[in-house]
């Protein structure tokens, strides 16, 4: 199986042209499923927020790969515990550090129904 690639949502503008046209202002929510057998990830820039929702009824967890950075340092986040219908919420991540060679984040999760959306920030 391939890596499952998702499409960041880009955020509104400061100043949106008015009136918002109807789902404008929408994002997706993505289900782990099958194709997550490989992982996911997505066009990394240094401006995108990671969101995960557990819809899954037992705690699963999350994993966020790192590359190494400048200063020959690494920082994957393994095994991150998201609690039942719980969400979390990732920060933007640098470039230097978490772009991987394709130019992408990668995640993965543990369970098919945890849910992934990526916002891009203007």
Known sequence: MARLVLTPKVLLPGYPVTPLTAESADFTWTAAGAAFADGAGFQLTGKEILL?????AGAQTVTIL?????????????????????????????VDGWRQADGQL?????????????LRLP
């Open 52 to 56: 995960v929702q557990n819809t899954n």
């Open 66 to 94: 790192s590359v190494i950075d400048p200063y020959k340092r690494t920082g994957d986040i393994t095994t991150y515990s998201v609690g039942i219908a719980e969400f979390a919420v990732f920060p933007m991540f640098p």
């Open 106 to 118: 990668y995640f993965a999760a543990t369970a098919t129904d945890v849910k992934f959306s990526v």
